[in-house]
């Protein structure tokens, strides 16, 4: 193991734009090969029908993609995966030669990584319990949508209008096989198996939506500066009503001059940065955060994460003070941004409030207490402050009632901690508030199988056995 590297200056922005993840792509693109350009027929079929008879033209490739999502189901552990052998029939040679390719960047960790780091994270996160979910419900997602692009792309799937539960379960998804124990480090564990699907779905999101290899479309663009149309992916019409995930992307359009590439370096840096970053400051905001040193196995632990999601070293943040710059600066980048799009056309619409107001909906939805209905929104806004909180279009008035109750029960949380905490360190009623408040959010939202996104057996063991081990302390 060599020293943590340590950034000494935030990344280029416009670079990291313009940069996505060349092993991942290379990978889906030899998956999907080339997409032939859409014939302009069938423009009078209308609805569902309509759709499917459009994205027929691409059967094969809904073929290939298929085959992939299937052999997701054998990625059970991180063992499973650096040993992973293509099934006996049915995998043609182009997705199974990539797919060997690609997965081994699964098998060695960067030669920074610290196992005993790791290992301190985890138990920081176990030791959190439900409080962990529940700040991953009021803070990591809510400031996740504040970038517009990656709001778009959310929009564009309808994952978080329609199915807002299906976002937040593949999130959870995700955190949880990183957190749990022995998560990134073991065979036994699901952390990097679960990221490496993130990554490659990541890389078949940019080649829907562009419809190429990402890197040809650079090229494309870079040998036609200012040419009328570079680097325009128009929508595809009649794709808008399909139901499918897949192809709604492919037929979303996009603009790459202006919104760089999607899920680009600055975004999926953001995103890493909601799960550590945001994390860490809602625990500081609760008055129960950790010391220097556990943040920074914290970020750490997360920055392993990162590497295997395709994360470049220069865009991962290694203490708090990096961390918070390189936030807000892509805070700053993408309202600053939007603010532009609205000066030029007011008519377009912003993504974001209806990301936000489904999310709290989701959580409302669950809360069988009328008075304490509308937590969820209180609770986002303090952690998060009142211009994320306008941004996501949740800044409107709640109920006196719950209003004032939720300024006393955090005024009586912070009161009994404080005391208490002094004469025992490590004391936090607010574990024991979030477990009895959070715990039918995280059980409704993550578990119950009616809802839209069915995990699959062996994930929901593993989360259940989580929730079991908070549930008994």
């Not at 803070?139 to 517009?148: D, K, M, Q, R």
Request: aromatic share 8%; with cysteine; glycine share 8%.
């Amino acid at each position: 193991m060599t020293d943590t590297p340590v950034a000494t200056a935030l990344p280029d922005p416009e670079a990291g734009r313009f940069t996505a993840d060349p092993w991942a792509d290379a990978a889906v693109a030899q998956i999907m090969g080339d997409w032939p350009a859409p014939r302009p027929l069938l423009q009078a079929a209308e609805g569902v029908q309509g759709a499917a008879a459009v994205a027929a033209q691409w059967a094969g490739h809904w073929v290939r993609l298929r085959e992939v999502t299937t052999d997701f189901a054998r990625w059970t552990s991180n063992g499973a995966v650096q040993q992973w052998t293509p099934p006996q029939r049915g995998m043609v040679a182009p997705v199974q030669g990539a797919l060997e390719h690609y997965l081994i960047a699964s098998h060695d960790m960067p030669d920074w990584a610290d196992p005993a780091k790791i290992a301190r994270a985890e138990a920081l996160f176990m030791d959190n319990g439900v409080l962990s979910v529940t700040l991953l419900f009021c803070a990591s997602l809510p400031e996740c949508y504040v970038l517009p692009d990656l709001s778009a792309v959310l929009n564009t799937t309808g994952q978080l209008v329609d199915h807002t539960d299906y976002r937040i379960r593949q999130t959870g998804a995700m955190i949880f096989p990183v957190m749990n124990e022995g998560g990134l480090c073991t065979a036994e564990g699901l952390g990097i198996a679960q990221v490496l699907k993130v990554r490659l779905i990541h890389a078949t999101i940019r080649n829907l939506i562009l419809r190429q290899d990402p890197a040809k479309a650079l090229v494309a663009l870079q040998s036609a500066p200012g040419a009328e149309n570079a680097g325009i992916v128009p929508a595809i019409a009649g794709l808008e009503a399909t139901q499918d995930m897949h192809q709604r992307l492919f037929g979303m359009g996009w603009n790459l001059p202006e919104r760089g590439l999607p899920c680009n370096q600055e975004e999926l840096a953001y995103t890493l940065l909601t799960f550590n970053y945001v994390y860490l400051r809602g625990l500081r905001t609760l008055g129960i955060g950790y010391d220097k040193a556990d943040e920074e196995a914290f970020l750490h632990a997360w920055n392993v994460a990162a590497h295997f999601l395709g994360v470049q070293k220069e865009w991962m943040a290694w203490d708090m003070e990096s961390a918070k710059a390189m936030f807000d600066a892509c805070q700053a980048r993408g309202r600053a941004r939007i603010a532009e799009r609205k000066r030029a056309n007011p008519a377009e619409p912003d993504p974001r409030p209806a990301l936000g107001n489904a999310l709290m909906n989701a959580m409302e939805t669950v809360i069988p207490w009328k008075v304490f209905k509308p937590f969820p929104v209180l609770l986002t806004r303090h952690l998060c402050g009142p211009e994320m909180a306008k941004d996501l279009g949740i800044d409107g008035r709640v109920p006196v009632a719950s209003e004032v109750l939720f300024i006393v029960v955090m005024a009586t949380i912070r009161v009994i901690d404080t005391v208490v905490g002094a004469v025992a360190p490590g004391f936090a009623i607010s574990r024991w508030v979030s477990r009895k408040l959070g715990a039918p959010l995280t059980y409704e939202l993550m578990m119950t199988q009616t809802r839209s996104l069915k995990m699959p057996e062996h994930l929901r063991g593993h989360i259940q056995a989580v929730l079991n081990r908070w549930s008994a302390r």
